[in-house]
């Protein structure tokens, strides 16, 4: 795990960095995304969280739902090409879990890809990839708080 | 297979009741981010929403936190959310469509009930 900033950003995952989103491949096939410590702590405190409905197929930056905190509402655009086969149904009830555990618990939905190894080639990772948020951070002067 | 639709947002309620004036914004900018088709007319006294100079300073709830209508129109057209405004109302609201912010183009009444024909959705406040 490194720290930027003061966002926590998980050396394995793959990052879209511009749109705040994460990407784990797993050990199935499928691939689970999620909003990363940056998306949560500029949203502040999330109340709701809308989420396309299972069994969707969206394209790569498509929208798989929406997270409103208060005022403030954001998409959550897919890095990920291909079919929604599972919803995090824990956050309807519970939306600030992405406050509090948004690599964890706070996953998002997760994605059977249409083609994982194209979507993946735009995404960033390891190293290079968190200096890339890094640089990304800066530019924008983003310092992550206690939003949860 | 392409799942946008149309959203059409009617508003006709102006700054005389602020509290009334961000929620179809809001509204219409939860659609945009599902990516949606979005669009909102302004008729009768909600075209002076869009007076330049206005929404900054018009407080949404009196005694809240203080959010003003700008932030909910900079929201929306982020989102991509498109803003007509209605032809006739423009004299209503003794104001040209130079006096408006940036909007997506002036509709006569004809064009109105055409857009709301070819939306799925039509919302009006």
Request: hydrophobic share 40%.
């Amino acid at each position: 795990m490194s720290e930027v900033n003061g966002c926590n950003l998980p050396d394995d995952l793959y990052y879209w960095v511009e749109k705040h989103v994460w990407a784990k491949p797993e050990a199935d096939g499928t691939v689970l995304v999620g909003m990363t410590d940056v998306a949560q702590s500029l949203a502040g405190k999330i109340v709701v969280v809308s989420l396309r409905s299972l069994n969707k197929t969206l394209a790569r930056g498509k929208s798989a739902g929406t997270l409103e905190s208060g005022k403030w509402v954001g998409s959550i655009p897919t890095p990920v090409a291909g079919t929604v086969i599972a919803i995090n149904e824990d956050l309807k009830g519970k939306p600030s879990t992405i406050n509090e555990d948004p690599y964890g618990t706070g996953w998002i939905i997760r994605v059977q890809p249409a083609n994982w190894e194209a979507d993946m080639a735009e995404l960033v990772t390891g190293p290079s990839g968190i200096e890339a948020y890094r640089e990304k951070l800066s530019a924008d002067g983003i310092q992550c708080g206690s939003a949860s | 297979m392409d799942e946008t639709k149309k959203y059409l947002y009617i508003l006709t309620t102006g700054p005389e009741v602020a509290y009334r004036s961000a929620s179809p914004f809001f509204l219409a900018t939860t659609a945009a981010l599902m990516d949606h088709d979005v669009s909102m007319v302004f008729t009768i006294k909600a075209t002076g929403l869009l007076k330049k100079g206005l929404a900054e300073t018009l407080t949404v709830k009196e005694g809240g936190e203080g959010s003003n209508l700008q932030f909910f129109i900079d929201q929306a057209r982020e989102a991509g959310v498109k803003f007509y405004v209605c032809a006739p109302s423009l004299d209503l609201n003794d104001c040209t469509v130079d006096d408006l912010i940036e909007n997506d183009g002036v509709v006569g009444g004809t064009a109105v009930n055409e857009m709301a024909l070819e939306s799925d959705v039509v919302i009006t406040f």
